[in-house]
């Protein structure tokens, strides 16, 4: 089982970590990503006041919603791209079995699914 940069265990770095002139597939629409991220830290700032002025419960989760709708927005949007370029590397590579995995695990965790057992031979 391959460690993320950070070591954690059961995740791979990317099919392009060894390589140079790889680019993640989000790069090239980085600035549209954070955009959507600074918005997203808009609402969540906009939910806090909201709780310190003490406004209605509905109102409250009417903008979680809509919060978690941006978030899931955002995810589809980087799954859509990891699927269609960094997954296609990886299927090119031969190391297609392992991203699988790994993104449906994320796919599973993101619908509050647990993530499968790895055998003891993974």
Not at 53 to 58: I, V
Not at 59 to 86: G, W, Y
Not at 89 to 105: F, I, K, L, P, S
């Amino acid at each position: 089982m391959a460690a993320t940069r950070d070591g954690e265990p059961g995740h791979h770095p990317g099919p392009g970590a060894a390589d140079p002139h790889f680019r993640h597939a989000y790069t090239r629409d980085r600035s549209a990503l954070l955009r959507r991220l600074s918005r997203v830290e808009g609402q969540v700032r906009g939910i806090a006041r909201m709780i310190e002025r003490e406004e209605y419960c509905m109102d409250i989760l009417q903008q979680t919603a809509a919060l978690r709708a941006a978030v899931d927005s955002l995810n589809l949007l980087v799954l859509e791209e990891h699927v269609a370029n960094c997954l296609k590397t990886a299927v090119e590579r031969g190391e297609a079995e392992a991203y699988t995995e790994e993104v449906m695990d994320v796919v599973r965790r993101t619908m509050g699914r647990p993530v499968r057992a790895r055998s003891s031979g993974e």
